[in-house]
């Protein structure tokens, strides 16, 4: 048991490190992975932002279940920014390839942030989630200014 739960996270995380280009077969295909990635993560996001919101009545589960999700997607849009699609007609600004330090650095705040979130939405705090939910906004919509169109 102990040996398939390392094997099977050791799988993920091979499959999250591995060279971003030798897992698409065309640049479009690199598009549209990222795209779902991001899409999913809003869906799962809003999800949170509802509660954190007071748009929907606050369920510590339901925040907990989003919260989670939104860690794990928050790793994936970033291999599908491969060379190959810059070429491509999409939202994706130059600078995503110009200036990749900045870039990566946008994706590892974001990242941050929404770890922290998941952190916070385990204890089931209303107003700690809120706090967290914001900051993982900003870092969102810091990443949308600099490099989205
Ligand atoms: C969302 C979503 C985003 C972020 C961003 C935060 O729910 O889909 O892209 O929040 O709007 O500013």
């Not at 996270?9 to 479009?28: G, H, I, Y």
């Not at 932002?49 to 989670?68: H, I």
């Not at 998941?118 to 089931?124: E, F, H, I, L, M």
């Not at 700690?128 to 870092?139: L, V, Y």
């Amino acid at each position: 048991m102990k040996l398939a739960v390392t094997t099977a996270l050791a799988a993920a995380t091979l499959a999250v490190s591995l060279p971003a280009a030798a897992q698409f077969q065309k640049p479009e295909d690199a598009v549209k992975y990222r795209q779902s990635a991001l899409s999913l993560m809003g869906t799962h996001f809003s999800r949170l932002g509802a509660m954190a919101n007071g748009r929907v009545p606050f369920d510590a589960k339901v925040a907990q279940d989003n919260a989670a999700l939104v860690e794990t997607l928050s790793k994936l849009p970033w291999a599908g920014f491969t060379p190959d699609t810059e070429k491509l007609r999409t939202k994706a600004k130059a600078d995503v390839w110009k200036d990749g330090a900045k870039f990566k650095q946008a994706q590892d705040n974001m990242m941050s942030e929404v770890a922290k979130l998941n952190t916070v939405a385990k204890t089931g705090n209303l107003d700690q989630i809120k706090a967290a939910f914001g900051n993982a906004a900003g870092s969102c919509k810091a990443c949308h200014d600099a490099f989205r169109e």
